[in-house]
């Protein structure tokens, strides 16, 4: 178990980010045991085509046997939405000292792989010869799996951030910790991450807490290390969403009243949605979409509200009537 201790200070001071190499290198476990993220499937068949097999050799080896994978190659994000180019230029400065160290952290019980052996020896010259070797896989591998997907990828975890800066906003950290995931325990002042290999707890004195919202992750990561300042990778909602089918038109009698366009988002309106997620979930631009929002709300059959930089759009009571009227025809 990790533990984070968090005065009034460090709550002041949690803030969020979302990192584009977090995302690639955990993507990387994906590939590797897709049994254990079913709903990544999609995504996998649709990436293992491009991929070109030297280079996943090398990918693949920095996932361990306990699916870790060096925490060099996933470094604090710099601001809310850093890009991957600047955080990769941030890998490529890795001391030769530390990805040694993370390396073969990966692999605490021996068995590593061929091409990790030259680190072993006292010298740095073949230790930096792998990391830039690793760091231009990444960005090949950045290229061909992750860009393409990425826009949609974004919104998914921007959306995440906008619901939990309001569950902290509502009801402070009690709140915002409740439903992140079953490992995480809000007690009396101290975030409890159970469930992981390492044993620590870390006072955040001051440095606050950054939390990261990850598509690929499966459970609460922190770093490794008690020195560094505390940061929680944790698995964001709305995942399912983005290897979903495009919902289809409600051929029923809402689809007469309404539309085909209008009854598929007053469909998709049974939770709250900003407009550029509704945009991304049913392949049309914001524009199309706030004309057909302006007429259901002009109608009563949605509601609107303010959160943040966004407004979230839900079905009104009458809404969810009619909706109703027509899962049930």
């Given at each position: 178990?990790?533990?984070?201790?968090?005065?009034?200070?460090?709550?002041?001071?949690?803030?969020?980010?979302?990192?584009?190499?977090?995302?690639?290198?955990?993507?990387?476990?994906?590939?590797?045991?897709?049994?254990?993220?079913?709903?990544?499937?999609?995504?996998?068949?649709?990436?293992?085509?491009?991929?070109?097999?030297?280079?996943?050799?090398?990918?693949?080896?920095?996932?361990?046997p306990d699916r870790c994978?060096?925490?060099?190659?996933?470094?604090?994000?710099?601001?809310?939405?850093?890009?991957?180019?600047?955080?990769?230029?941030?890998?490529?400065?890795?001391p030769p000292d530390v990805v040694r160290r993370d390396v073969l952290a990966v692999y605490p019980r021996g068995g590593l792989p061929a091409v990790f052996q030259e680190i072993t020896a006292n010298e740095d010259e073949p230790v930096l010869a792998l990391r830039d070797a690793i760091c231009d896989r990444l960005h090949h591998y950045w290229q061909a799996a992750i860009k393409p997907t990425w826009p949609q990828m974004r919104l998914v975890l921007e959306a995440d951030t906008t619901y939990r800066a309001r569950q902290l906003a509502v009801g402070g950290a009690r709140l915002l910790f409740a439903d992140m995931h079953p490992n995480l325990r809000w007690q009396d002042g101290v975030l409890h991450i159970d469930k992981l290999i390492g044993r620590h707890h870390v006072a955040a004195a001051g440095r606050g807490l950054l939390l990261v919202p990850s598509i690929f992750s499966h459970r609460p990561a922190p770093p490794v290390?008690?020195?560094?300042?505390?940061?929680?990778?944790?698995?964001?909602?709305?995942?399912?969403?983005?290897?979903?089918?495009?919902?289809?038109?409600?051929?029923?009698?809402?689809?007469?009243?309404?539309?085909?366009?209008?009854?598929?988002?007053?469909?998709?309106?049974?939770?709250?949605?900003?407009?550029?997620?509704?945009?991304?979930?049913?392949?049309?631009?914001?524009?199309?979409?706030?004309?057909?929002?302006?007429?259901?709300?002009?109608?009563?059959?949605?509601?609107?509200?303010?959160?943040?930089?966004?407004?979230?759009?839900?079905?009104?009571?009458?809404?969810?009537?009619?909706?109703?009227?027509?899962v049930n025809q």
């Open positions: 178990m990790i533990s984070f201790r968090l005065g009034v200070e460090d709550l002041a001071d949690t803030r969020f980010a979302i990192s584009p190499i977090h995302e690639a290198v955990l993507s990387l476990r994906v590939l590797r045991e897709p049994g254990l993220y079913a709903l990544h499937v999609p995504w996998r068949r649709s990436v293992l085509g491009r991929l070109d097999a030297p280079g996943a050799d090398l990918l693949m080896s920095l996932v361990g994978v060096p925490d060099f190659l996933t470094p604090r994000p710099a601001s809310f939405a850093a890009t991957f180019e600047g955080e990769l230029g941030a890998v490529r400065r890795t290390s008690p020195d560094d300042p505390p940061l929680l990778a944790y698995p964001c909602r709305g995942v399912a969403t983005l290897w979903a089918p495009t919902p289809a038109a409600d051929a029923t009698a809402v689809t007469s009243l309404l539309g085909a366009p209008r009854a598929r988002l007053l469909h998709l309106l049974a939770e709250p949605l900003p407009t550029v997620e509704i945009a991304r979930r049913l392949t049309v631009t914001p524009s199309a979409v706030s004309q057909h929002l302006k007429v259901l709300h002009a109608t009563g059959l949605i509601t609107r509200a303010r959160d943040g930089r966004h407004v979230l759009y839900r079905r009104s009571t009458l809404g969810d009537q009619l909706a109703g009227q027509s």
